[in-house]
């Protein structure tokens, strides 16, 4: 048997081996993802060199286009593999540059076999692929007819043998299709949210036949697309997408004529297009019907075969309403809701309620008056001590019709967080809604969040990039994993990531308000002064919210005259007696005064407010973590473990 010579790297406690793609401390493996070990591989190889973010971007991430917030997220799994700590640097960030490793490198040659007989082999295993982070389909290269062999076992399809012809795949073995907006064709434009509706019923109805082979991107990336027109490859690219449907919708008192059509990105050819004509009271069976039939035109277009039974998912079809009446009024309700604005809520709440009240047993609508009632608490719209009941209840008479409803098992989930503080109850949620809907990427989304205020930081980057996947286009998705990055401490990166969502809409004054406290705990007070300045000209931000920041930061920097005006204009701006605690807690956390913020927390905690669902991991609680009644708030809130 012949041997390669080959390059042991040894560092510390730790020796990587390029050859067999393994990380060791001591004799002990360490579980790496295969992008985090090209990353660390890339780092040591380049000891003691600044190695720019472009230049890790082209060689971890090789003929395949991705955002900054991957690398970040990656230097953050290598951190944590390598138990990095404030005392024990291995990567240096090198502000605006890119990252260098810190700790001397011992190369050592062994000798590694070439190729081993296959009946020498005992018990051999590979290391599982723990990739939490997949690429874009365009990045992932076949190994050769093995590789597969290897996919189809595990999939268990004869489907899949056919993709081995082709060079791409898709993270997780899934095909990813976009539903693009169906055009609204009535010449009326009040008629939108009908044809937004059945966009969205679409993406859940394909999302529901083969939720383990089929992706389908979300409608919040989808609908970016409306009355744009963009040209078939550009879909294909900005979603990482394979397969796109396009359609209109004209529709009178009684009747609806659907057209739609399958079009293949990668050559533009339209697999099949069909138009329908019928009765409004049959729409739901008419949007399976379409679904159905896009299912089975991509699986033969992978299988070369047809007719092909398309596996349901986990998740049967949502019921239908008794009437369409019931069911157009659900649709009105989402309509308003997906605006994700004060107004918006409201309108929807009166379009769910009016669905119930015309069929009392539709379970969708009351999953969307507690999803309305859910944000609209955490969004300090009203007293929690009443919005909180009636989320609640419409939660659990959702689940009582239909337990099978993944956005009320989300929503009930979010009550039980921040309301109840009820954490294993909250995960239990979470993790039903996944298992019933996994292409639902607003449980992703929330269930991120959740996993981020425990301290469990890596799931939480797992589940945010699971969220930005299905719904790549999502400003809030990708704002809260800038959120994630800022209560892990990754305040530089947070910034990156919170930039590249200005990138995408320079209006979005969330992110603009996330960079303030990155800047403060950075100490970049001018920064974030200029933050608030610029930010107190968008038209959306409450004074509020201004002059707490500005009290932090004034008080943080030494400014304590500037900080106590501050204050004092933020006890007089009208607020809700949530929101004021909110905005108090900010203000105070930059001061001396640290027994006014742990008074503070404790009314909150008093108050089952959300206020507090996140002290154990946000940094602005950093300089009373050590104070005794701190720690026993977050013993009470069983957030001491």
């Given amino acids: 048997m012949s041997s390669l010579t080959s390059t042991l790297y040894q560092f510390g406690e730790f020796s990587l081996d390029p050859q067999g793609r393994v990380l060791r401390r001591g004799q002990t493996p360490v579980a790496l993802t295969p992008k985090a070990f090209d990353l660390l591989l890339t780092l040591i190889q380049n000891n003691g060199k600044i190695v720019t973010k472009d230049e890790l971007m082209r060689t971890v991430w090789r003929d395949s286009f991705v955002e900054e917030s991957n690398l970040t997220q990656t230097i953050f799994m290598v951190r944590k593999a390598l138990d990095e700590t404030s005392d024990r640097r291995y990567i240096l960030t090198v502000q605006g540059q890119g990252y260098r490793f810190l700790i001397p490198i011992t190369e050592t040659a062994t000798q590694t076999p070439e190729r081993m007989p296959a009946e020498s082999v005992v018990n051999v295993r590979p290391l599982p692929d723990l990739e939490m982070h997949p690429r874009p389909a365009k990045a992932w290269k076949w190994a050769g007819v093995a590789t597969s062999v290897a996919v189809l076992l595990i999939a268990g399809s004869a489907a899949w043998l056919w993709r081995s012809r082709y060079s791409t795949v898709q993270p997780t073995s899934k095909i990813m299709l976009a539903v693009l907006p169906f055009d609204n064709f009535t010449g009326d434009p009040g008629q939108d949210y009908f044809s937004d509706g059945l966009t969205e019923e679409m993406i859940s109805q394909l999302g529901n036949l083969d939720s383990a082979h089929i992706g389908v991107i979300a409608r919040t990336s989808v609908m970016r697309y409306k009355h744009a027109q963009p040209s078939v490859p550009q879909v294909g690219s900005d979603l990482g997408v394979q397969y796109v449907i396009e359609g209109s919708v004209r529709r009178d008192s009684e009747r609806v004529r659907i057209t739609a059509q399958l079009i293949q990105v990668k050559d533009q050819s339209h697999l099949w297009a069909r138009e329908y004509d019928r009765d409004l009271g049959h729409l739901l069976q008419l949007q399976e019907e379409i679904a159905r039939e896009a299912a089975n035109e991509i699986e033969f277009s992978l299988s070369g075969r047809r007719p092909i039974e398309v596996p349901r998912g986990s998740t049967a079809p949502p019921p239908a309403a008794k009437t369409y009446e019931s069911y157009d009024l659900y649709l009105k309700g989402r309509y308003f809701w997906n605006k994700r604005t004060s107004e918006g809520f409201r309108e929807a709440a009166v379009y769910f309620q009016q669905a119930i009240d015309k069929d009392p047993n539709f379970g969708r609508a009351y999953a969307g008056l507690a999803d309305t009632f859910s944000l609209m608490s955490s969004w300090y719209m009203g007293p929690q001590g009443e919005l909180i009941p009636k989320a609640r209840a419409a939660a659990l008479r959702a689940l009582e019709l239909d337990d099978n409803l993944a956005d009320a098992h989300a929503s009930l989930a979010l009550i039980k967080e921040n309301y109840d503080y009820n954490w294993p109850e909250a995960e239990k949620e979470f993790v039903r ?183 154990k991991v946000d940094p602005i609680y950093d300089r009373i973590r050590s104070d005794p009644r701190f720690i026993d708030l977050l013993r009470r809130m069983g957030l001491d473990r």
Wanted: proline content about 3%; hydrophobic content about 40%.
């Fill in 433 to 615: 809604a996944i298992q019933l809907n996994p292409q639902y990427p607003t449980a992703h989304q929330w269930y991120a969040e959740f996993l981020s205020r425990q301290g469990r930081f890596q799931e939480a980057f797992a589940e945010s990039e699971r969220a930005r996947q299905l719904d790549p286009l999502s400003l809030i998705i990708a704002n809260d994993h800038a959120r994630i990055l800022y209560d892990s401490h990754q305040y530089e990166d947070a910034l990156a990531q919170y930039r590249s969502v200005l990138d995408l809409d320079p209006s979005f004054y969330y992110a603009q308000g996330g960079m303030i406290p990155c800047n403060l705990e950075l100490g970049r007070y001018d920064e974030a002064i200029d933050i608030i300045k610029r930010w107190a000209n968008r038209e959306r931000v409450g004074t509020t919210w201004l002059w707490a920041w500005e009290a932090a930061v004034y008080g943080r920097s030494g400014h304590a005259d500037q900080a106590r005006k501050a204050l004092a204009e933020l006890e007089r701006a009208p607020s809700s007696a949530v929101e004021r605690t909110a905005a108090l807690l900010i203000a105070y956390s930059g001061t001396t005064e640290k027994d006014r913020v742990i008074d503070l927390l404790q009314e909150a905690y008093s108050e089952h407010s959300s206020v507090v669902v996140a002290i």
